[in-house]
């Protein structure tokens, strides 16, 4: 069920209670076997579980609740009737439930279970019987017989068939062996001559508010009536009339008192401002589970994974999970919420939603023996062995140590230790009993006036607890001083649960503290915005990641793609057209108290921890309703009944009269003076109409009601909707994908800015390898490990490699594996499912099967091959019908087509997801050197290498075999490619080669990045270098981020081409000449990429290098500036280069400092120099243009640039080789490039070991 309200602020109705149920033994039908249950018919009868059946309810229906029979019956005995006998423990059990309907709204059951005498024979013979037909099945020596015997029992399902079901031959051999003498049946024996059977019997009260403590005490008062000697002062059916329909809910704010069978009882609901209403015992849970773990759990139901609670006892998994929904304040749980999941209803195990759902362990059970679909994100919570076993890559809650440390403290001023153990206290000190005499004492003083109100409240609180304590002996079985024990314990769990939430609503108060800030409102009115809901962003979550700090973003990045996230939003935007949601209403008038006293933080990126401050204060309010109730209900009388309806008998809950109880007589006077309201859910929006309302929850696939109907029919319909709402969710996310990606896209053209980061990105396809297990885990029934994706894939890759090696078996020589080729340093065959699998598997790391998975996905998903290797996988429908059941979504063909179909829509995007997720592995890339053909020039290289580097590392040097172009190696995943390092020896004027580019390809996920030239290397030409730094570009299979604007290494920087000299290196640069206002901004925009670059968040980061170095760099668009009027030597027919002028400037200071003529800064013209010569002297030979790019990028890193540029511009030599429209002698050009460049002083840049290799600067 969905459960849109975990604790609402209103009541549903303005009764306390909405139905009252018994449930039992139906003898008129007998006993019919619970076939669901799992149990072995080799367990004695007396264990096992029977059929249950609604026995009675009252009322018969309500118009806004009908009753749901069969989920109730169900959910007060999970696991159908159980049976005992004298000899076994027979205490009474306490549990509750949940029931949604359709509607979103639902109610709380609360269940008191406890044994009661067997009084049919009818029921007493059928058991014995059974107990017969068992003895045979195990004693008799015929195969034949035990055969027929075994056969006969699951079948039967009343009692004249399991009498009947005994043949002669049979009661023969019972009659010559007693029961006794049967070895395996002594224990939970049953014979009616020695034992008295007793079986289950449920009396359930359903609420449409969690008022656990109240119906608890009610349920407890009424039973013992029924167990005690002497009959209640009044019939039962008055206390059940009295409770249906003259008991009001509380008023917010308020409390009220009514009456049981044996005394009073109190009920509060929280005031408008207050947190929701939350009876169940949150410091039972933490001493369940500790609190470490309990952060965990409720991390994982935060970013909405499948939990599963595990326990013998069903309250603990009601008091663990309405625990945790509770925390959630102020979001609300919007997925399958089933605490109690009973026996027949297993089948939902396999839904492919977020889920919460707790199950109850069988005696001696662990978690292997459960048979689960879904284990790839699925958190398993053992209750009773306080283990809580997250799902992979669960990140840690924001400010997770210090959030425990502060829930600790909590716990110990309220006696529990922080993991679980109360703490052990010396015993109290008996108070004085207070007898019967006492209080008549103290009723005298009332009566003559004499005591104040505070002694008339505690004269109350001591009348109450003597009658229901008998008087203050031990009549009823409980004393005085246990009644106070009890009601201070109650208190204290009350206001421990307060003070815990607290906490947790004081963490999320400073998480979304101004989320209003950034939700996106677009929509002009309530109509546009229902009709486009799927495609509007209403929350600008790049924004709002950016100032969190940098240790929340892994869990918010993940938490913002949520449903309950989603819904949250939705409200607020739909805020402005109709009522707040009332959580929503209390959060935000929460907020609005912190906003007036200013206590959220101006820099909440670096947000330090605060704890909360309203601990003592959010209790008193609470405490004094529970001390002090505010309105009494009408007492329980006498009803108009029957003469001889309403007789005791103990031990045995009567008949009920169902004339008195089938509707009230109108006597509550609350009922006209207080009707709250509805909880405003998804489907009671108020303002909204009902189109709007369906609107407002589009595709909502599932029906509530059906998920709790067993029924083949019902059970169709539920799988029905999880294959269309799986569909819908692929559906949407790669919608989300697209449009995120297409608009990072964008901003890269410089059509936008930047709303999304690398760390959204990765959730974004976290999401997805989600959707896909839990795609493949529907309907799955024979799985390897705990992912269905890697099952299947396995499962495809075994038959695929059994028809590859019987096509190949005449080939040996292909048979070699895939590891033997990669140490070997040869490429990989390419592009096959196949092949893709067996890299994935040779990947070190330690993954397991789901991080296997999760690999393949990224791989493929990098690969644009996702949906081509999905459909390849699925056309094998012999082994999709033998993995799967009938209703699974991969057997659903036009569905599965769809859901291809949206994953191919993937491919128009570019992805680098498993190059940067998975940094540690070893992949084997390929390189290739490519000359200058059109020049017909000879390429004679002398022992050439490379050095590739990435964002993760370099290569090292790789030395390119003899008489070849290309290079095959293996290393560390290098990440996104940036830079590349190509060189020769010195090895005389013959060496010399003129390369275009040079080639790297990726031989696991495809790329190939290119690495442009179009330059000398060798000796005698060009600028003389023998190792060039290339700047590359990716190139397949298609541009990612910042690949094609600023990456590529420029044409060669040298002087104007000479006039008439086509031949000239020059003429492989720039042919025209640019203008000076061209020259200018194109520096300024150079400078302006690299003051945006560090303006992104770090994850988002492009390659720096490329800014740099780059055709549309800083370090061409400053050689452009250079350039510009510079006189051009005619008496050599060679190009010149700006670092000749350089070095002539480095001369000229050096020769004026001795001399003593030096007119500038002493300082600045020895860093000049110093930079200068250092960079000649270092030992790599990488030309005039590398010389002139390493001073301008160390000029930028150490901040000295714009200090250098006026010192060559006051050059006497400037003069001499620049004409005067020149820009570097033009005092302003140069005054405003310096306040330019000087903007790159606050951020810290820090070059490649490309870049700075060899120079000791």
Request: proline residues 5%.
């Amino acid at each position: 069920m969905m459960s849109g309200v975990t604790s609402a602020t209103g009541s549903a109705s303005c009764r306390f209670a909405q139905y009252f149920v018994v449930c039992g033994l139906d003898t008129e039908t007998g006993l019919e076997p619970e076939e669901l249950a799992g149990e072995s018919f080799e367990q004695s009868p007396i264990r096992r579980s029977f059929k249950s059946k609604v026995l009675s309810h009252y009322p018969e229906s309500t118009d806004r609740s009908p009753f749901n029979r069969d989920a109730v019956n169900m959910l007060c005995m999970p696991r159908g009737l159980s049976f005992r006998s004298q000899a076994d423990s027979r205490e009474p059990r306490f549990h509750s439930f949940t029931v949604a309907r359709d509607d979103g709204t639902h109610s709380y059951g609360f269940v008191h279970m406890y044994y009661e005498e067997v009084t049919s024979a009818q029921i007493t013979a059928a058991m014995q019987t059974l107990h017969q037909m068992h003895h045979v099945e195990h004693h008799s020596t015929s195969s034949s017989s035990r055969s027929t015997s075994s056969a006969s029992s699951p079948s039967t399902s009343s009692m004249d068939s399991l009498v009947s079901s005994l043949d002669e031959s049979d009661a023969a051999s019972l009659a010559e062996r007693p029961l006794s003498a049967c070895l395996g049946c002594t224990a939970g024996s049953f014979q009616p001559a020695r034992d008295t059977l007793y079986v289950s019997k449920a009396l359930c009260l359903l609420t449409p508010l969690p008022f656990l403590l109240a119906a608890r005490h009610f349920l407890s008062q009424l039973h013992q009536a029924v167990t005690s000697h002497a009959a209640p002062p009044l019939p039962l059916e008055s206390y059940i009339h009295n409770i249906l329909y003259e008991v009001p809910a509380p008023p917010p704010g308020r409390s009220l008192r009514f009456h049981g069978v044996q005394g009073p009882i109190v009920c509060q609901q929280p005031g408008p401002g207050e947190l929701p209403l939350g009876d169940y015992p949150l410091g039972e849970a933490f001493s369940l589970l500790g609190v470490e773990n309990l952060v965990r759990l409720l991390t994982s139901v935060l970013l909405e994974t499948q939990v599963l609670l595990y326990s013998q006892d069903y309250q603990r998994l009601m008091t663990v999970a309405e625990g945790i929904t509770t925390l959630l304040f102020p979001f609300q749980w919007q997925h399958v919420y089933l605490p109690i999941l009973p026996t027949p209803l297993h089948h939902l195990l396999d839904a492919p939603v977020p889920f919460l759902m707790g199950i109850q362990r069988r005696d001696g059970a662990q978690r292997t023996t459960l048979d689960l679909s879904h284990e790839a994100n699925l958190c398993f919570v053992d209750i009773d062995n306080h283990r809580v076993d997250p799902p992979e890559d669960l990140p840690l809650f924001p400010d997770q140590l210090e959030l425990i440390q502060e829930l600790n403290e909590v716990l110990l001023r309220f006696g529990l230790q922080p993991y679980g153990t109360a703490t052990t206290k010396p015993a109290p000190a008996a108070p004085p009993c207070f007898s019967s005499l006492v209080l008549e004492d103290l009723m005298e003083d009332r009566r003559n006036g004499n005591l104040g109100g505070e002694e008339l409240a505690v004269l109350d609180r001591l009348q109450a607890l003597a009658r229901r304590c008998g008087g203050g002996g031990m009549a009823g079985g409980k004393t005085l001083e246990r009644a106070f024990e009890e009601e201070e314990e109650e208190l204290k769990a009350a206001k421990m649960n307060v003070q815990l939430r607290e906490v947790f609503a004081g963490r999320f108060t400073s998480m979304f503290g101004r989320y209003e800030e950034f939700v996106i409102h677009t929509a002009p009115d309530l109509e546009s915005w229902l009709g486009n809901r799927e495609g509007t962003s209403n929350f600008d979550k790049g924004s709002f990641l950016s100032a969190q700090p940098a240790t929340h973003l892994h869990f918010l990045s993940r938490f913002l793609e949520t449903a309950m996230f989603s819904s949250f939003v939705d409200s607020k935007v739909l805020s402005r057209w109709a009522d707040r949601e009332p959580l929503q209403r209390v959060f935000d008038g929460r907020l609005e108290r912190e906003r007036l006293y200013n206590t959220f933080e101006d820099d909440p990126g670096n947000r330090h921890y605060r704890k909360c401050t309203v601990l003592l204060e959010s209790v008193q309010a609470m405490e004094r309703r529970l001390l002090k109730a505010d309105h009494t209900a009408i007492h329980p009388h006498l009803l108009d009944m029957r003469i001889g309806q309403g007789r005791h008998q103990q031990g045995c809950f009567p008949r009920l009269q169902a004339d008195v109880l089938a509707q009230g007589h109108h006597t509550n006077k609350w009922s006209s003076r207080y009707t709250p309201k509805r909880p405003l859910t998804t489907e009671t929006t108020s303002g909204l109409d009902n189109d709007q309302r369906e609107k407002y929850s589009p595709g909502r696939s599932l029906c509530q009601s059906k998920l709790l109907d067993p029924s083949p029919s019902a059970v169709t319909q539920t799988q029905r909707g999880f294959v269309e709402g799986l569909l819908r969710e692929c559906r949407v996310k790669t919608r989300r994908m697209l449009m995120e990606r297409m608009g990072k896209e964008s901003v890269e053209l410089g059509h936008g800015e930047a709303n999304i980061t690398g760390l959204q990105e990765n959730t974004l396809i976290h999401s997805l390898c989600d959707l896909l297990e839990r795609t493949w885990g529907h309907g799955l029934q024979l799985k390897q490990g705990r992912s269905a994706l890697w099952s299947h894939l396995l499962h495809y890759q075994a038959k695929e490699e059994k028809m590859e090696s019987s096509s190949n078996a005449e080939s040996p020589v292909s048979n070699g594996s895939d590891s033997r080729r990669l140490e070997e340093g040869l490429p990989l065959p390419k592009g096959s499912f196949v092949q893709d699998m067996r890299f994935v598997q040779t990947m070190s790391g330690g993954l397991s099967e789901v991080g296997r998975a999760r690999a393949w996905i990224h791989l493929a998903l990098e690969k644009k091959l996702l949906s081509q290797h999905l459909k390849l996988m699925l056309a094998n429908h012999d082994l999709i019908r033998q993995l799967y059941k009938p209703c699974a979504f991969l057997l659903c063909e036009e569905e599965r087509e769809q859901f291809l179909f949206h994953l191919l829509s993937l491919n128009t995007v570019d992805y680098l997801c498993f190059t940067r997720t998975f940094t540690s592995i070893s992949i084997p890339y390929r390189v290739v050197i490519t000359p200058m053909k059109k020049l017909s020039i000879a390429m004679t290289m002398s022992n050439p290498w490379v050095c590739v580097s990435g964002e993760l590392g370099d290569s090292g040097v790789r030395q390119i075999p003899k008489n070849t172009q290309e290079i095959f190696f293996q290393c560390q995943n290098l990440g996104r490619l940036s830079t590349l390092q190509l060189g020769q020896e010195n090895s005389g004027l013959l060496a010399k080669c003129l390369v275009d580019c040079v080639i790297v390809h990726n031989e696991i996920t495809g790329h190939t990045y290119r690495f442009p030239c179009g330059r000398w290397l060798g000796k005698g030409v060009g600028d003389g270098s023998l190792e060039r730094v290339l700047i590359g570009q990716l190139v397949s299979p298609g541009g990612e981020e910042d690949s094609g604007r600023w990456t590529g290494t420029p044409p060669e920087q040298c002087s104007p081409p000479q006039s008439g000299f086509t031949g000239s290196l020059g003429s492989l640069g720039r042919s025209n000449k640019l203008s000076s206002v061209q020259v200018q901004e194109d520096t300024r925009e150079a400078v302006n990429n690299l003051v945006k670059h560090f303006h992104k968040a770090e994850q988002e980061r492009g390659n720096l290098t490329a800014l740099l170095c780059g055709e549309e760099g800083l370090v061409r668009s400053l050689e452009q500036f250079l350039l510009h009027g510079f006189k051009s030597s005619r008496l050599f027919q060679r190009s010149v280069f700006i670092w000749d002028f350089v070095e002539k400037v480095v001369v000229s200071m050096e020769t004026a400092d001795q001399m003593g003529d030096l007119r500038e800064s002493t300082e600045l013209c020895d860093s000049l120099c110093h930079y200068a010569n250092a960079i000649n002297a270092s030992p790599r030979n990488i030309g005039k243009e590398g010389k002139f790019q390493l001073l301008v990028c160390l000029g930028v890193r150490d901040r000295l640039l714009p200090k250098w540029l006026p010192l060559l511009a006051e050059c006497h030599l400037t003069a001499v080789q620049y004409e005067k429209s020149a820009l570097v002698r033009d005092r302003a050009a140069v005054h405003t490039l310096s306040r330019v460049l000087h903007t790159l002083h606050e951020f810290p840049i820090a070059l490649e070991t490309a870049l700075v290799k060899g120079v000791d600067l």
